[in-house]
T-cell receptor, first 117, second 117 residues
Framework: KAGVTQTPRYLIKTRGQQVTLSCSPISGHRSVSWYQQTPGQGLQFLFEYFSETQRNKGNFPGRFSGRQFSNSRSEMNVSTLELGDSALYLC????????????????FGPGTRLTVL | AQKVTQAQTEISVVEKEDVTLDCVYETRDTTYYLFWYKQPPSGELVFLIRRNSFDEQNEISGRYSWNFQKSTSSFNFTITASQVVDSAVYFCALSELSNFGNEKLTFGTGTRLTIIP
């Protein structure tokens, strides 16, 4: 089974621009989460989507947004880029079986490395 | 609020030596999950293990073993007979349950392990 895929793998943007990152989860996985990884702040949770709905959100400004499509693929968007947005953005998917009550394992993609100049 | 502490920032050992990576967590919940992930230079987070708060049995998988002790809020990871391929950054993570079942991961700051040939 193919793993989580993320595109593009590398991206260079300038301040003020906006960017869209894409994530395709493992086949059959319904939940997609996004994380930002920086040397200073480490790994931080951005948001999580399930059935096209955002279920959980981290402490990031409104410039960071996302969505999920009916096939579970997800995109995240960052508007008005700042230098501090330079980071590795990781997407993770999990099966999230019906009934809840158990934390499902999140499997991560290779990430998109965003550089803001 | 939940918190994960990995006090060891960097560890270097000679190949074939055993090494233990420490993880201490804080949570107010009685039901939670603990994880270990490996991040090689490629950037992708590789899942290693998941443990729920009701299962304190130690686990062994090949050269890897995990020691979960609720009394000290620790979930330590030991690699025996280390190999150069074990060189990576290792993250411990904590997941608390929400009404949705799946919850965001809170990561430690990671331990960079270098195995010297």
């Amino acid at each position: 089974k193919a793993g989580v895929t993320q595109t593009p793998r590398y991206l260079i943007k300038t301040r003020g621009q906006q960017v869209t990152l894409s994530c395709s989860p493992i086949s059959g996985h319904r939940s997609v989460s996004w994380y930002q990884q920086t040397p200073g702040q480490g790994l931080q949770f951005l948001f999580e989507y399930f059935s096209e709905t955002q279920r959980n959100k981290g402490n990031f400004p409104g410039r960071f947004s996302g969505r999920q499509f009916s096939n579970s693929r997800s995109e995240m968007n960052v508007s008005t880029l700042e230098l501090g947005d330079s980071a590795l953005y990781l997407c993770a998917s999990s099966l999230d079986p019906p009934g809840g009550g158990a934390a499902d394992t999140q499997y991560f993609g290779p990430g998109t490395r965003l550089t803001v100049l | 609020a939940q918190k994960v502490t990995q006090a060891q920032t960097e560890i270097s050992v000679v190949e074939k030596e055993d090494v233990t990576l420490d993880c201490v967590y804080e949570t107010r919940d009685t039901t939670y999950y603990l994880f270990w992930y490996k991040q090689p230079p490629s950037g992708e987070l590789v899942f290693l293990i998941r443990r729920n708060s009701f299962d304190e049995q130690n686990e062994i998988s090949g050269r890897y073993s995990w020691n979960f002790q609720k009394s000290t809020s620790s979930f330590n990871f030991t690699i025996t007979a280390s190999q150069v391929v074990d060189s990576a950054v290792y993250f411990c993570a904590l997941s608390e349950l929400s009404n949705f079942g799946n919850e965001k991961l809170t990561f430690g700051t990671g331990t960079r392990l270098t195995i010297i040939p």
